[in-house]
């Protein structure tokens, strides 16, 4: 099929009316050669039956009269001259009746031999010198007796009328046959344009979505079954677009917010610096607090960085076998004096285990978690850091028993500029990055990160990494 002309054409109408049309045009094509055949196998085999029955009844009419032949029979014969021609011969070879004209219109030779044949009656094809057809036959007959006979019978029958009726019906079939062509390239292309009808529908609606109606969706039950699949596809696409362009919109907007209070705190400061002359102490405390400022955009500045750069499927991950519980309390010794201001306690259960992961991201996730759990536990409370495995993955849950999460706040912990208690996380100089940051270090270790909170007695974080490294893996 890769070779085929038509498999270049870029029109699928015109390539549907090809196929439609050298389809059609073939089952014409082999049924009217088939119904020719036929029609010219039984003509032939009607010419033959007749040939027969003539030589029969001059077989007849010779046992009759015990070879005697009157001129009844042969008037009788020889009223026939137009559409048959018989001679009948002796052993001899002498002629004792013939069709006026016969010799004329044929030889003794032309007539089939008898003896080579083996059967009674042998037939032949021929045409005469004037161009008109005919089937020619021969036959034997021995009258027994006292006086014993021999026979040769030679008749010729004119078929003219039967090739004129073979000839007007090839005529017709070729008539036909090109009148077939036409019609079914016309219903080939009428057919393909109807069958693509619902694609050019599809086109229309794809084309009246804009980003005003991403949320629109195409009712799979108004299109035939095999666009089904493509409707749902498309229908998905639009779900995911929508899905993104959602939170486009809202990191945006979120984004926006987050830079508009410090550069708004760094304007209002140096206006109120500038609006008259300072001391240098006055000054100094001003260039401090935009300091600060520069910090907290800063920071943010880098997460979002690191949000970017996680994003990027290409990112590589420097992969690194660690002792898990040697790195677990080296972060844990990191955060014991936030842990000692607030009078808690951080414990660690987790069995000898060796883990292939980014150490400088592991350090990273685990330290967001731990933050997080001394940062809305009560004082004196405990945070635990539990480990624990299975064939194929690690598990590290740090648990607190803080206030808890709302429900409803769940499903989305993790996005972007997401933060449950605004005021409260702004006060303690939160921006809602560290767990998408934290899922976003999962995802680049082929792992995950779970959540469970019971309001009023605290919050689980699981941190599920595979037991091996994706190179690991592979080799």
């Known amino acids: ?107 003794r030779s032309d007539f089939p031999d008898i003896s080579a044949s083996g059967i009674n009656t042998s037939t032949k094809m021929v045409t005469n010198v004037d161009g008109y057809h005919y089937i020619l036959g021969i036959d034997t007959l021995n009258i027994t007796g006292t006086n014993p006979k021999h026979y040769q019978i030679q008749v010729a029958v004119n078929t003219e009328h039967h090739h004129y009726l073979i000839f007007k019906y090839r005529l017709r079939l070729a008539i036909i046959l090109g009148i077939g062509i036409i019609i079914s390239a016309l219903l080939g292309a009428l057919i393909a344009r109807r069958g693509l009808k619902p694609l050019h529908r599809m086109a229309e609606t794809i084309g009246r979505i804009s980003i005003s109606q991403l949320h629109a969706r195409m009712d799979s039950h108004d299109w035939p079954k095999e666009l089904t699949e493509l409707v749902g596809a498309f229908n998905n696409m639009l779900e995911r677009l929508e899905r993104s362009f959602n939170q486009l919109k809202q990191f945006s907007a979120d984004l926006a917010h987050e830079l508009r209070t410090p550069i708004h705190h760094l304007v209002v400061e140096t206006e109120i610096s500038l609006s008259r002359g300072r001391t240098l102490e006055e000054y100094r405390e001003t260039l401090e607090s935009n300091l600060e400022e520069y910090g907290t955009l800063t920071s943010l500045i880098d997460r979002l960085l690191f949000l970017a750069r996680a994003e990027n499927p290409q990112t590589a991950i420097n992969y690194v076998d660690i002792e898990v519980s040697e790195e677990l309390a080296a972060i844990i ?41 001394l940062k809305y536990s009560r004082p004196n409370d405990t945070v635990t850091v539990d480990v624990s495995t299975d064939e194929q993955k690690v598990y590290i849950a740090i648990k607190d028993s803080g206030p808890g999460i709302a429900e409803e706040h769940l499903s989305r912990l993790f996005d972007r500029f997401y933060r449950v208690d605004f005021a409260r996380t702004k006060k303690e100089g939160g921006h809602g990055l560290g767990l998408a940051i934290v899922k976003s270090i999962m995802e680049l270790h082929q792992g995950t990160v779970t959540v469970t909170s019971i309001v009023g ?4 974080f699981t941190l599920i990494f595979p037991k091996f490294s994706p190179k690991e893996t592979s080799s």
């Open 333 to 373: 010794e990191f955060h014991e004096a936030v842990a000692e201001e607030k009078n808690m306690t951080i414990t660690l259960h987790c069995p000898p285990l060796t883990l292939a992961v980014d150490n400088v991201l592991f350090q990273r996730a685990v330290n967001n978690l731990l933050s997080n759990a």
């Open 457 to 460: 007695k605290g919050t689980i």
């Open 1 to 107: 099929m890769k070779g085929l002309p038509f498999r270049r054409i870029n029109s699928i109408v015109l390539q549907l009316t090809l196929l439609y049309t050298i389809s059609a045009f073939t089952i014409l094509l082999f049924s009217s050669v088939y119904l020719y055949n036929v029609l010219v196998d039984d003509l032939n085999n009607t010419d033959i039956s007749l040939i027969r029955n003539e030589i029969r009844l001059i077989k007849q009419a010779l046992s009759h009269t015990q070879g005697q032949i009157t001129l009844d029979a042969q008037s009788n014969a020889s009223t026939a001259r137009k559409p048959y021609y018989i001679r009948v011969m002796d052993a001899n070879g002498n002629t004792l009746l013939e069709t006026p004209d016969m010799s004329l219109e044929f030889n």
